[in-house]
């Protein structure tokens, strides 16, 4: 059975600054990549206003076809087979996740946290949550920065020089390593390691690899061994593998140890979690960063 990986658009620009991001994952994992546009079904009270016209529905129809046909043609130079479809529904939330549901080799949906409709009817910002508490599958989610474009032309996979893995020392967050080294292998790119914090700090200072800086509020011993966690598994990688891997303790805010350590141009760092760790702070964090992360799923 052939594997999928969903990229749900809304026909916004915005909202298609995911494309790169999900053609990565479709070349990496082999999979097809379909193009997905929810619009409301023909019975609906057309978006609720008069001046709509009675055939508004074939219109509909017609200019998301062109529209992903048109992106299509764009992603395709790659070696990437891609697929367009539109469903309809009148929760585009639901309606993605109904569709992943459907087709058993779904292996990821990829999607713009906030993205608006020419109609102004999608908005991802509500959509993205949706899909996060409902779909079986991996998810990748982008907040993109304001006004974000693709360029004209072909559309080309993203590259991610810097994986960003939280590591709290349960099962979830090795499995989230596990994949992140396999990315970081074949991208050439290299993993920094961060312990999320256990609690907020008034002060703090991000904490690199051997620089020891101490954490205001926060009992050293825990400190310690957060980093002596870190080390071993900085070491254990260094030792079996060729990637350059660093080290950091989070000051307990993740979005701004993000942008304290990227800067502002996160295009080419990928965080790789999983749902299980990230669900209490997916919608704080991703309104406040524009890297896209990676939620492993099952």
Request: aromatic residues 8%; proline residues 6%.
């Amino acid at each position: 059975m052939p594997s999928h990986v969903i990229a749900a658009l809304d026909g916004s620009t915005n909202a298609e600054a995911v494309l790169p991001h999900a053609l990565f994952f479709a070349r990496e994992t082999q999979s097809i990549l379909t193009l997905l546009r929810v619009i409301m079904p023909p019975d609906e009270s057309a978006y609720g206003a008069q001046y709509i016209p009675n055939d508004w529905y074939a219109g509909e129809v017609m200019w998301t076809r062109n529209y992903l046909g048109g992106l299509a043609t764009r992603l395709e130079s790659h070696g990437v087979r891609v697929e367009t479809h539109y469903v309809e529904g009148v929760s585009a939330g639901k309606t993605i996740t109904a569709y992943a549901v459907q087709d058993p080799g779904t292996r990821l949906i990829a999607l713009a946290s906030n993205g608006r409709g020419p109609a102004g009817l999608l908005l991802f910002g509500n959509v993205a949550g949706d899909v996060f508490a409902t779909a079986p599958t991996s998810l990748l989610l982008l907040h993109p920065a304001k006004d974000e474009q693709l360029p004209p032309g072909p559309i080309s996979p993203a590259s991610y020089k810097n994986i960003v893995v939280p590591l709290d020392g349960t099962v979830a967050s090795q499995r989230a390593l596990e994949r992140a080294t396999i990315l970081a292998q074949d991208c050439h790119a290299s993993l920094l390691l961060v312990a999320p914090s256990s609690t907020h700090f008034r002060e703090g200072e991000v904490l690199v690899d051997e620089i020891r800086s101490s954490v205001s509020g926060e009992p050293e011993d825990e400190v310690k061994q957060r980093f002596a966690y870190l080390d071993s598994q900085a070491e254990q990688l260094r030792a079996t593998t060729s990637l350059r891997v660093e080290t950091a303790v989070d000051d307990g805010n993740p979005t701004t140890f993000i942008e304290r350590f990227f800067g502002k141009d996160q295009q080419q760092v990928l965080i790789v979690t999983t749902r299980e760790q990230a669900e209490r702070k997916v919608l704080n964090f991703l309104h406040r960063s524009n890297a896209p992360v990676l939620f492993l799923h099952g």
